[in-house]
Nanobody, 124 residues
Framework: QLQLVESGGGLVHPGGSLRLSCAAS????????IGWFRQAPGKEREGVSC????????RYGDSVQGRFTISRDNAKNTAYLQMNSLSPEDTAVYYC?????????????????WGQGTQVTVSS
C-alpha cells in the first residue's frame, strides 16, 4: 500500500527555519516525482516545490523561490523541504504528494498520492 508520511512541522518564529520530511513506503520511490504543497485556512491548495524522480530537476513557487530547498534521498525513500526565512504568510498545512509520470510539476491535480499533512505555524 502506497503511503506518504510528512513530519517536521511545528511552531517557529518569523525568520526561523524548519525542515519537513516525507517518508514513502509501498512503492518504488525512485520512479516518482515528489511535490510539496500547502493549504492555509480559507485558501486553495498551493504548489510549493517539486523534484524529479532522479532529483536532477526542481521547481519552486514564486512565493518560496530563494527561501525553500527541496531534496530527496532515494536510498532512504525520503524527500525533504528545507524552509528558511519563514514568515507568517507561510503558515499552512504542508503536504507531500507523488506521481509516476512526467518530470515534476506544482499543480495539485496532477498528483494522485498524498500524505496526511503536517502543520507549520509561523508566529511570534
Amino acid at each position: 500500500q502506497l503511503q506518504l508520511v510528512e513530519s517536521g512541522g511545528g511552531l517557529v518564529h518569523p525568520g526561523g527555519s524548519l525542515r519537513l520530511s516525507c517518508a514513502a513506503s509501498g512503492f518504488t520511490f525512485r520512479n516518482y516525482a515528489i511535490g510539496w504543497f500547502r493549504q492555509a485556512p480559507g485558501k486553495e491548495r498551493e504548489g510549493v516545490s517539486c523534484i524529479s524522480p532522479s532529483g536532477r530537476s526542481t521547481r519552486y513557487g514564486d512565493s518560496v523561490q530563494g527561501r525553500f530547498t527541496i531534496s530527496r534521498d532515494n536510498a532512504k525513500n525520503t524527500a525533504y523541504l528545507q524552509m528558511n526565512s519563514l514568515s507568517p504568510e507561510d503558515t499552512a498545512v504542508y503536504y507531500c504528494a507523488a506521481r509516476n509520470w512526467g518530470n515534476c510539476g506544482i499543480d495539485p491535480p496532477s498528483y494522485k498520492y498524498w500524505g496526511q499533512g503536517t502543520q507549520v505555524t509561523v508566529s511570534s
